[in-house]
């Protein structure tokens, strides 16, 4: 059980247009989904939580009105970056919380982004 | 906010010797300690996790032990093999939102 998909993989785009990453808990109702973003050879930094029904929550330094994030079910929440640029391009990965497993986060595969 | 420093950043062990990966933490409110292996690539998979209310924990060759009173906990591989080779990520959480800060990482190479 606690499994969590992202879709796609994997996607190129050119610079300037915005890309959706979709983040699914398969088997559980995710209480709260989070979203990192990790550099080549760097560790995992939070870039926002997301509660279902609610506004996503930022870190500090994270443009909301460019990575807008939905969470519009209790499976389901999504990362658009908008108007991406070649400095976008990371590994995003998605984490969900069940509520039941004390603090433990499931994660998702990553999807990594490339901006031409 | 929470800041978690892990030590050192890369490793080299030979195989069959032990492995130990060190972390601090700075928010006492933290509660939740999980160590998770991540190979390239691919998405961080936990390996074992410790309670603020345990002060050791075990599985097979793989144990963490905290110090709450020093704010550190440290991971243990024994009898490291080739295939334990990936970064291994610390990380801490509290009940006031549930976010992991990581540590920055260790690359842990095990030889033959």
């Known amino acids: 059980g606690a499994v969590v998909s992202q879709h796609p993989s994997r996607v190129i785009c050119k610079s300037g247009t915005s890309v959706k990453i979709e983040c699914r808990s398969l088997?559980?109702?995710?209480?709260?989904m989070f979203w990192y973003r990790q550099f080549p050879k760097q560790s995992l930094m939070l870039m926002a939580t997301?509660?279902?029904?609610?506004?996503?929550?930022?870190e500090q330094g994270v443009e909301k009105d460019k990575f807008l994030i939905n969470h519009a079910s209790l499976t389901l929440s999504t990362l658009t970056v908008t108007s991406a640029h070649p400095e976008d391009s990371s590994f995003y990965i998605c984490?969900?919380?069940?509520?039941?497993?004390?603090?433990?986060?499931?994660f998702g595969p990553g999807t990594r982004l490339t901006v031409l | 906010g929470e800041n978690v420093e892990q030590h050192p950043s890369t490793l080299s062990v030979q195989e069959g010797d032990s492995a130990v990966i060190k972390c601090t933490y700075s928010d006492s409110a933290s509660n939740y300690f999980p160590w998770y292996k991540q190979e390239l690539g691919k998405r961080p998979q936990l390996i074992i996790d410790?309670?603020?209310?345990?002060g050791e924990k075990k599985d097979q060759r793989i144990a963490v032990t905290l110090n709450k009173t020093a704010k550190h906990f440290s991971l243990h591989i024994t009898e490291t093999q080739p295939e334990d080779s990936a970064v291994y990520f610390c990380a801490a959480t509290s009940n006031s939102g549930y976010a992991l800060n990581f540590g920055k990482g260790t690359s842990l190479l095990v030889t033959p």
């Open positions: 997301s509660n279902e029904g609610s506004k996503a929550t930022y």
């Open positions: 984490s969900a919380r069940t509520g039941a497993y004390y603090n433990e986060q499931f």
């Open positions: 410790i309670r603020s209310n345990v």
């Open positions: 088997d559980f109702q995710a209480t709260t």
